[in-house]
């Protein structure tokens, strides 16, 4: 399951017991906020070129490695239960 960054944010929102969101802003904004934080130029660089990429799906990750290891857990409860 592939959660969407609103989707994730609300759960993290659920689990801290108050209301997050997520801000979409474009990728000069994005600078100019890390700008106004105060970080160096370089790395103000360095993160708004990954943002293409990253916008782009770069770092989306399609795994079923979470069902892989629930099915085999409950396997395993299931043979201990016959034994």
Not at 9 to 15: D, H, K, L, M, P
Not at 36 to 57: C, E, N, T, W, Y
Request: charged residues 20%; aromatic residues 4%; without cysteine.
């Amino acid at each position: 399951m592939i959660l969407s960054t609103a989707s994730y944010t609300s759960r993290i929102g659920e689990v801290l017991g108050k209301e997050e969101r997520v801000v979409d802003v474009d990728v000069n904004s994005f600078g100019e906020a890390l700008r106004s934080a105060g970080l160096p130029g370089f790395v103000v660089a360095m993160l708004v070129d990954m943002q293409g990429p990253i916008r782009q799906g770069s770092l989306d990750v399609n795994s079923n490695y979470r069902s892989k290891r629930i099915s085999s857990l409950s396997s395993s409860l299931l043979l201990l239960n016959v034994l």
